[in-house]
């Protein structure tokens, strides 16, 4: 298991938030499965994670650590329509 260090996750329109402590070899997926089950995002949705400082969308098969993510980082949920979806 990788060191430690504390994260800031939040949805895009910052209507929820936590403040994380994770270790490095978290897989980006399973803090989104972990959101998505906590926060009960609509399922209608796929959702990225975005990190703020990398300035970039972070692959939910790679872990925090692989990807670059920092202690203090600002992680953002951001939802994408699944067009296939009867609403």
Known sequence: ???????????ANRDRKA???VDGDVRVGELLDMAKSQW????????IIRCER???QLRSD????????????????FPMADYGSQR
């Not at 298991?1 to 949805?11: A, K, P, R």
């Not at 009960?40 to 959702?47: F, R, T, V």
């Not at 790679?62 to 949920?77: C, K, M, Q, Y």
């Open 1 to 11: 298991m990788s060191d430690g260090f504390d994260i800031t996750l939040q949805t």
């Open 19 to 21: 403040e994380l402590g």
């Open 40 to 47: 009960s995002l609509p399922g209608d949705y796929e959702y």
């Open 54 to 56: 990398l300035g970039r």
């Open 62 to 77: 790679e872990t925090l650590g692989a990807a670059g993510v920092l202690s203090g980082d600002r992680l953002e949920i």
